[in-house]
């Protein structure tokens, strides 16, 4: 831990050159007044919960031929649509619906993943959740069956 302190250390020096004086001692104020671990362990349990819920909705309301991430940690699921599905153009449709994503060729460096796109649990509750992952299973299962969003290329 103190090799790795040192190293952060050296990281932050290199990219930003120091943070002030007032905000090091707002930051060292903050630790010794709080419980960060206690924050954080309450941090980790509100994002799992989020997750699962999100998980247990794309369950609900996507069709089998989607698939999705589990992870352990972070804040986001990735998704993955059927081959030939551009999530881009399922984007379009969705914020009609009044629920966003990211499309995930955004992720690829090579132009690839236009059927991927990575959804965010962190910043929403539990409600908004549910209403957005239902709103958006009704665009997915609408598209497919329609046979919208294929791409051609």
């Known amino acids: 831990p103190a090799e790795i ?14 943070s002030n004086i007032m905000a090091q001692r707002i930051v060292d104020q903050y630790l010794r007044d709080n419980d960060l671990d206690a924050h954080l362990q309450m941090g980790r349990s509100v994002y799992k919960r989020q997750r699962d819920l999100m998980v247990e909705m794309l369950e609900r309301y996507c069709p089998p031929e989607v ?36 499309p995930g060729n955004a992720f690829y ?6 059927n991927t796109l990575r959804l965010n649990f962190s910043n929403a509750d539990e409600a908004m959740i549910e209403e957005g992952i239902k709103r958006l299973g009704k665009v997915i299962n609408n598209g497919l069956s329609q046979k919208r969003f294929i791409r051609t290329n």
């Open 5 to 18: 302190m040192e190293q952060l250390i050296t990281a932050k020096q290199g990219a930003d050159l120091h």
């Open 67 to 102: 698939s999705f991430t589990r992870q352990e940690g972070g804040m986001f699921l990735w998704v993955t649509l059927p081959e030939g599905v551009a999530a881009l153009e399922l984007l379009k449709e969705a914020i009609k619906e009044n629920v966003a994503f990211v």
């Open 109 to 114: 460096v090579d132009g690839s993943g236009a």
